[in-house]
Structures are given as C-alpha cells and as structure tokens.
C-alpha cells in the first residue's frame, strides 16, 4: 500500500467544491495548489478564511475540511432555526 502523502497528482492545482447537504447547493470554497509534497489552500470567499494558508497533503483532505468547515457553521445556524 502506497503512503498517501506520496501519490502522484494529475495536476498541481485543484478547485475545491463542496455540496453539504443542509444546504443543497454546490459551494467554492477554493483552490489548493501544490506547495512541495502538500498542497496549499486559498480560500475563495470569506466564509472559508478560516482555511486559508493551511496544507493539506492531498487535495481530497482539503475538500474535507472544507466539508467539516461548512457543517460547523451551519450548525448552529440550522438549530437556532429550528431545522433539528
């Protein structure tokens, strides 16, 4: 079995996008670029600032932090409207 951190990737920059389900809809959370053996992320709205800078070691990691983002800010949001 291969170590993940040394998969070799089709590309040097990959789009983020997540679709969480509370809300339905397809979001861009930004870019990861290829920052030596990891990959760096750019967030491309403010509601994702929170992961800007961060590395990731593959592109898969940074859409579920992105995923994992959205979900604890949704969070609250949903429950104080009474969506639970």
Known sequence: ?????SRNY?????????????????VQAGIVVRDGGRFRFFA???AFNSLEGQLFKSPR???KAALRHVATV?????????AY
């Open 61 to 63: 990691e940074a859409e």
């Open 74 to 82: 949704a969070s609250p949001r949903l429950s104080a409207a009474g």
């Open 10 to 26: 089709a590309s040097d920059n990959y789009v983020i996008e997540v679709r969480p389900k509370a809300v339905g809809i397809t």
């Open 1 to 5: 079995m291969s170590n993940p951190a």
């Open 44 to 46: 491309a709205t403010g």
